[in-house]
Structures are given as structure tokens and as C-alpha cells.
């Protein structure tokens, strides 16, 4: 192909468009060889036009796109920026049968090309869940044990600020211990009492407390090798949803059948959500 142009920004938005062409191409590449074979049917692409894409060596870039947002979910959050990114493509671009030359219809700003550098390079580069704790400093756990007494609880969420604790019974995972267990056992002993100046906390441990926790069971074990955009769903509401869970990152690289305190490297609530997003899709509509 030959490229007539002497501006720099479209020489420029035009490499960076063939580099995310050639990645979304490759990736969609084992669909249409399913396509191609006959093991898939698709309806809008019949088997020889698969066939001839995969002996050209070109797949149309939304054509691609839409194969590939249904398996990878960083593709399909950023769906619009694609749709942008192509039109302003063609808007830019003149195609003949053997070449293309730039027109001078549109010109690429610097925001045309910070979206497609950061969606290339986060295409090329996605973080995983590990890499978000360490970047973020995330990695030390506050964990307690069932015979953890209330007092001590009680400063470890003064000095760390948390609400909720993993519990575990010396190596065995137990739950999650929260500010909803510690209110209802506190309120119960309260009412039992009657006398609220001559309460003795010190009775109390954590087991008293998670077996009347709501929130003891709503979290979800997550490998720290997962893809950073696969869990951004956990985070977000729907119609079917109740509350959100609290994900708990388990290392890979001491991952054993069951969580234990070794294993556990990390917690992400809803709280990091915008962070994660970020990281994971884009921070560009962020700093504008």
C-alpha cells in the first residue's frame, strides 16, 4: 500500500489504526476459521467469504470488532471508541484497490490519538488482578480469627479504617466478618443485658459475630492472573442484582484447593471500582 500524505497527526493515527487493525484482526482470526470449516455458522458471513478473509490476510476492522466484544470484554466496553475510531479512519482515508491516500477532510486531534494509543497499548498490555495490587499497593491483607476478641477487632478497624475482614479458623477460610455482624451481636447483647453502663465486651469474639453476619458469605474468590477488565462486572448493578460482593484475590503463585491466609494476597470492593476502570479500559475521559 502506498501512503501520500504530509501531515504527521494522520500519519501518525493511521499507523496506530493498521497496528489495532492487525491485533483485532489476529484475535478474531479463530472465529472465522470456524466460519470457514463450517463449524460455525454465521449469518451474516458465508463460509467462502471467511475463507477468502483468511487467505487475503484481511478481516474489515467492525466486522472484527464485533467477532471479538463477545469474547473479550475490554472490546466490547469500548465498542464506541471503536465505531469513532473507524469513521474517523475513513473520513481520513481514501481507499483505491491496490492503495489508499489521505484526504484532507478530517484531521486526527490529540485526543483521536491518545484514545487509540492507550486502547492499542491496553490491548496489547492487559493488567491482571495481581498487577492492580502491587501498582496500587494493595497486597497486605487484614485478616482475623474466630477467636479474635471484640476489642482487638475493634482496633484493627481503627487503625486501618476497614468495616469487613476476612476469618479464618487457623488455616480454614470462614467468611467475611463486617460492621453488620458487629451491630447485630452488639444490639443483641445489648437488649439481653438491659443494663447498658455494666456491659462486658470482652466475652465477646469474632465467632459470636459472623454466625449472625449478613454479609458473611457475599464475597467471590478471584485469581490473581485474571484479567483487571474481567472483574469490573462484579461491581456493577443490574435487576438481578442484590448487593455487591466483595472479591477476594487468591495468589496464583500459592494457590491452593481452599483459601487460607498465605493465599489471600488482596481485597477490591465496589470502592475501587474507578480505579480499576482506569487501569483497565481508560483513563483518558478522566483527565479531560
Known amino acids: 500500500m502506498t501512503l501520500i500524505t504530509n501531515n504527521n497527526s494522520e500519519d501518525k493515527f493511521i499507523g496506530l489504526y493498521n497496528e489495532l487493525h492487525k491485533k483485532i484482526s489476529e484475535l478474531s ?141 487457623n488455616k480454614s477460610f470462614n467468611g467475611l466478618v463486617s460492621d453488620n455482624g458487629i451491630t447485630l451481636k452488639l444490639s443483641q447483647f445489648a437488649l439481653e443485658e438491659k443494663e447498658f453502663e455494666t456491659l462486658d465486651l470482652s466475652a465477646l469474639f469474632v465467632s459470636d459475630l459472623i454466625s449472625l453476619d449478613e454479609q458473611r458469605y457475599h464475597y467471590k474468590i478471584i485469581s490473581s492472573d485474571e484479567y483487571l477488565y474481567n472483574i469490573l462486572s462484579e461491581f456493577e448493578v443490574t435487576s438481578d442484582t442484590q448487593s455487591l460482593p466483595v472479591l477476594l484475590i487468591q495468589s496464583t503463585d500459592n494457590k491452593t484447593e481452599d483459601l487460607t491466609p498465605d493465599s489471600l494476597i488482596g481485597i477490591l470492593t465496589s470502592f475501587d471500582y474507578l480505579d480499576i476502570y482506569k487501569e483497565a479500559i481508560s483513563n483518558i475521559s478522566f483527565q479531560l
Do not use: C
Not at 458471513?45 to 478473509?53: D, G, L, M, R, V
Not at 490529540?110 to 492487559?126: A, Q, R, V
Not at 488482578?129 to 482496633?155: C, M, P, R, W
Open 29 to 169: 482470526e479463530p472465529y472465522f476459521q470456524e466460519v470457514a470449516d463450517g463449524i460455525i455458522v454465521d449469518k451474516f458471513t458465508e463460509s467462502k467469504t471467511a475463507q477468502h478473509y483468511l487467505k487475503d490476510g484481511f478481516i474489515p476492522f467492525m466486522k472484527a470488532v464485533h467477532v471479538v466484544k463477545n469474547s473479550n470484554d475490554f472490546i466490547r466496553r469500548k465498542l464506541t471508541e471503536f465505531y469513532k475510531i473507524n469513521e474517523l479512519r475513513n473520513l481520513i482515508v481514501h481507499d483505491y484497490e491496490d492503495d489508499y491516500y489521505i484526504v484532507k477532510i478530517a484531521q486526527p486531534t490529540e485526543y483521536s490519538l491518545e484514545l487509540i494509543s492507550e486502547t492499542l497499548d491496553k490491548l496489547n498490555n492487559p493488567l491482571t488482578v495481581g498487577d492492580f495490587l502491587k501498582a496500587h499497593k494493595k497486597e497486605k491483607v487484614k485478616s482475623v480469627n474466630l477467636d479474635t476478641n471484640i476489642y482487638d477487632l475493634f482496633q484493627l478497624i481503627k487503625d486501618t479504617s476497614f468495616t469487613q475482614f476476612p476469618v479464618f479458623d
